[in-house]
């Protein structure tokens, strides 16, 4: 078992910045794919980027060049820079975790709570 729970988000106007961070604990030494994805109201959940266990990363289209992801294994916390922030990336981001690799597809196996982000114009 893997609990996640994120932090970071909140109300930032367009082109602002905004870091989430996903604390991990249980089962964290299994090195689980990790990833962040999104949820805006009335959508699909949306993947945003994913790190695998050797710290290549993948980015949706929408947030390339604007969001980073990165992971601090010493810490088991997960992090998601995002920049140049647009009001269309207003969504609730969760962070994700799964032993196996499913890319930007929402079947991982444990997913935190969400963290609402905002972003006006």
């Known amino acids: 078992q893997v609990q996640l729970v994120e932090s970071g988000g909140g109300s930032v106007q367009a082109g602002g910045s905004l870091r989430l961070s996903c604390a991990a604990s249980?089962?964290?030494?299994?090195?689980?794919?990790m990833a962040w994805f999104r949820q805006a109201t009335g959508k699909k959940r949306e993947g945003v980027a994913i790190i695998d266990t050797d710290g290549s990363t993948t980015y949706g289209n929408s947030v390339k060049g604007r969001f980073t992801i990165t992971k601090d294994n010493a810490q088991n916390t997960l992090y998601l820079q995002m920049n140049s922030l647009k009001p269309e990336d207003t969504a609730m981001f969760y962070c994700?975790?799964?032993?196996?690799?499913?890319?930007?597809?929402?079947?991982?196996?444990?997913w935190g709570k969400g963290t609402k982000v905002t972003v006006s114009s």
């Open positions: 249980g089962d964290t030494y299994s090195n689980p794919y």
């Open positions: 994700a975790a799964d032993p196996g690799q499913w890319f930007l597809l929402p079947e991982y196996k444990y």
